[in-house]
């Protein structure tokens, strides 16, 4: 290798860092150029080492370079096994770069000297002095290899240059000083860099003083509780704090309110004290897991384009105006208003008329989450609002698991068969619903595990029931009540092409074009072997005839053509079996005594049939076929009309001399009450005493007094879709309730004949045929007598 006189040397380039003369260094190679520069060489040659300009350059040139380097000398060479190798270098003086001579297999360049400047004027001297002086006095005696450096008795540019060595500089403060020939000015920048470490590090004693003051105890705590986990590591209990720490993360990520920030705040402090062992330590996490499961304000983004969910809404019920109309109307409400206050509709009306998957339907238009909560048999309030943690087993209660299952605070919510609920020892579920179901107050739901208030008020209710009667005030008054009473045949013949059979094709693993239905057999389905409000019977004779047809196509073999199987009107007993349902209400009025009243009950509007029969007695009334009071009291009412006017009527005044009057209503294992049968005993009776026989096609409700006044009942559009079920043609209703029949649907209408009385009067001129009076043998014969040969009872 060339010796120190000459101007050519091996180039080592340097990535990061910068060597000032005067200084040992290890230097780290990898490089493929420095790795053949590390071969050439042997420990005591002189090489130069240069900056780079940007540390990301893979091969740089002498312009990639910064121009001033420094002359090294290799004092140690040490290879890996890895192919790396490092270097052990003592740097010297300056050396400008001048060119390049060699590029391959590693750099050389020539070099001139990079001659120091001024560097034994007076003005070095001095400068040299005052920058020791001042080292020692601001490095103290801890200064460690500061101190070292300024106690060697070294020229001025050698002690700037050992000063900035030691001192933590960056790369362009070291790049400056390596650059600047002028001995006073590089001992001027360098006691600048001096001052500024040296006020970096008072001000950040500084910071460390006030931090220490204010975290004293928290650093405590944070030291025992890192001593904690490594012995919880050692005994191999960490997953449990692990688990701890990505629940303080959820936590923190839940943008909670500040109530309950504060209350989680000092739960997690409590958790972090517990022992992972302590049966109190799962009850603090489960808790905090519930917290940060709830979407305290994560909110859906609502539809509120009010066309597309009209027709979300049609597509998937048909009819159901009021329910439609009332949902759209919300809709139009909140974005009109901007708001998201939410609403609790009630939908009543019997089962199987589409309650339930209305309210799926309502989620689906609106682009809310769907969650149901049964309510059907539930008698624990706990079950509703949740248990107090007090409790071993504690959880929250059905509310607040459907918003942790919603994962947003507007979801539509269905609360299924309120009505349903019973009262057990431990309170009531339904007083447990007047806070949540009350538009002032669910802002605030509190559930007793949490014992937090929630915002409830976002959320879209839902609520289901059969028998609104069941349903304490209170949480009437809460509700918006929609009443859903049921379908016409028409309607039916309309929902079960539309969606029941494609329902129960796909169900069955039929195609679309498998089975076609004529209209004549759907129709006669519904009137003859289904009697219901809804559609769920029909649903299940559909499913029985899809599951028949499946069992044809199943047996077909390859070569057979694919053709739909067509079920006509007389196919049905082979399907289906025999009628179910026959239209009996001719036979059943065929002799005095029988009347058609109306009725309304949970599962929908029926026909209720009122018998009596007389036989020779001393005046008794029996009465028989399971009946309230109500009922009981409008027979002894009616009794007492008929003998109080015994000859308008027709009716012999001392009749309950010689005879003994008999009423029943048949199905008598079915509890029945009301009001309603009031006009039909009233009819019935006086068909019975006065020989006229009711007409066949007329059905009658109302209640009547014992001066013979008719009085509105409810139930009316229920009670009249049951009566056009049965085939009957003509209903009589007490006039004031002539406003309901608007509820009934104008194809129903249409094909009936109302007579609105306001007496008795005018309810048997209607009801009763003009005939003459049976004789009086005719009169003692029991009418169940007479009915043996009829058709059986429904």
Same mark, same amino acid.
């Given at each position: ?33 420095? /790795? ?109 290899? /500061? ?17 900035? &060595? ?170 009109? &208003? ?83 609920? &019973? ?148 196919? /049905? ?222």
């Amino acid at each position: 290798m060339t010796d120190k006189q000459t101007n050519e040397y091996p180039l080592l380039p340097l990535r990061r860092g910068v060597l000032l003369p005067g200084a040992v260094s290890t230097l780290p190679v990898g490089r493929p150029r420095s /790795l053949a520069l590390v071969a050439a060489v042997n420990a005591g040659d002189i090489i130069v080492i240069a900056s780079q300009r940007e540390p990301e350059t893979e091969t740089p040139t002498i312009a990639d370079l910064h121009p001033v380097g420094v002359l090294a000398r290799v004092h140690r060479i040490g290879r890996s096994n890895d192919g790396s190798a490092r270097l052990v270098v003592e740097t010297r003086e300056r050396v400008k770069l001048e060119q390049v001579l060699q590029s391959d297999p590693h750099m050389r360049v020539s070099t001139s000297p990079a001659t120091d400047q001024h560097a034994d004027s007076t003005e070095a001297k001095i400068l040299a002095e005052s920058l020791r002086e001042h080292v020692r006095e601001l490095a103290g005696t801890d200064g460690g290899n /500061l101190v070292e450096a300024v106690a060697k008795r070294l020229d001025p540019s050698a002690l700037a240059d050992a000063i900035g &060595s030691h001192l933590p500089l960056e790369r362009r403060a070291e790049v400056e000083v390596l650059m600047t020939l002028d001995v006073p000015e590089r001992l001027r920048l360098v006691a600048r860099f001096v001052n500024e470490a040296h006020e970096m590090h008072s001000m950040r004693q500084k910071i460390d003083e006030e931090v220490r003051k204010r975290l004293g105890k928290h650093q405590r705590e944070a030291i025992l509780r890192e001593r904690v986990k490594a012995i919880q590591t050692e005994l191999g209990d960490d997953d449990e704090s692990g688990e701890a720490d990505k629940l303080t993360e959820k936590l923190a990520a839940a943008d909670l309110p500040e109530e309950v920030q504060k209350v989680v705040d000092r739960e997690l402090k409590r958790l972090t004290k517990l022992n992972p062992a302590h049966p109190e330590f799962n009850v603090a996490r489960t808790y905090l897991d519930t917290i940060a499961d709830l979407p305290w304000s994560t909110r859906a983004e609502v539809k509120d384009d009010l066309d597309e969910v009209s027709a979300q809404l049609d597509a998937d019920h048909f009819g159901l105006d009021d329910v439609k109309q009332r949902i759209l109307e919300h809709m139009a409400v909140l974005k009109l &208003s901007g708001g998201s206050k939410g609403t609790i509709l009630c939908l009543a009306g019997p089962p199987g008329v589409g309650k339930t998957s209305l309210g799926r339907s309502i989620a689906e238009a609106t682009g809310r989450p769907f969650v149901r909560i049964a309510l059907g048999g539930v008698r624990d309030e706990a079950e509703v609002r949740g248990h107090r943690r007090t409790y071993v087993g504690a959880i929250p209660g059905r509310i607040i698991n459907a918003m942790r299952k919603a994962k947003v605070k507007n979801p539509v919510m269905l609360l299924d068969e309120v009505d349903k609920l &019973s009262q057990g020892w431990s309170g009531s579920p339904e007083a447990a619903l007047l806070e949540l179901l009350d538009p002032e107050q669910n802002h605030t739901f509190t559930d007793h595990y949490l014992e937090l208030p929630f915002d409830m008020s976002e959320v879209m209710f839902v609520v289901t029931a059969n028998d609104l009667s069941k349903m304490s005030p209170p949480l009437r008054d809460r509700l918006d009540i929609v009443e859903i009473n049921g379908y016409t045949p028409e309607e039916k013949l309309k929902i079960a092409k539309g969606h029941l059979i494609p329902r129960k094709l796909e169900e069955n693993a039929l195609g679309p074009d498998t089975l076609e239905i004529e209209d004549l057999a759907l129709r006669h389905m519904i009137t003859d072997y289904t009697r219901e409000a809804g559609v769920r019977q029909l649903g299940r004779e559909l499913g029985k005839l899809s599951r028949a047809v499946a069992l044809q196509v199943a047996r077909r073999k390859g070569d057979e053509p694919t053709t739909a199987i067509r079920i006509a009107l007389e196919d /049905l007993d082979e399907y289906l079996g025999k009628q179910r349902f026959y239209n009996e209400v001719a036979e059943r009025t065929a002799v005095p005594g029988v009347a058609t009243g109306l009725a309304w009950t949970p599962v929908g509007g029926d026909i209720l049939f009122i018998e009596t029969s007389q036989m020779p007695g001393k005046g008794t009334l029996k009465i028989t076929g399971q009946l309230g009071d109500v009922m009981k009291e409008s027979a002894h009412a009616a009794l007492s009309y008929v003998r109080s006017n015994a000859a308008k009527i027709g009716v012999e005044p001392d009749f309950l001399d010689t005879r003994d009057i008999h009423i029943h209503v048949p199905a008598g294992a079915v509890p029945k009450d009301g009001p309603s049968a009031g006009v039909t005993i009233f009819t019935a009776l006086t068909s019975l005493l006065s020989g006229r026989r009711v007409r066949s096609d007329t059905a009658m409700t109302g209640e009547c007094t014992l001066r013979g006044r008719v009085l509105p009942v409810g139930g009316i559009k229920a009670k009249v879709l049951a009566a056009h079920r049965a085939g009957i043609t003509r209903i009589i209703l007490p006039h004031r309730n002539a406003r309901d029949l608007d509820d009934v649907p104008e194809e129903v209408r249409s094909q009936l004949e109302f007579v609105l009385a306001e007496d008795m009067g005018e309810v048997l001129d209607a009801a009763l045929e003009k005939e003459p009076r049976p004789s009086q043998s005719q009169l003692g014969l029991s009418i169940i007598d007479e009915l043996d040969s009829s058709a059986p009872l429904s």
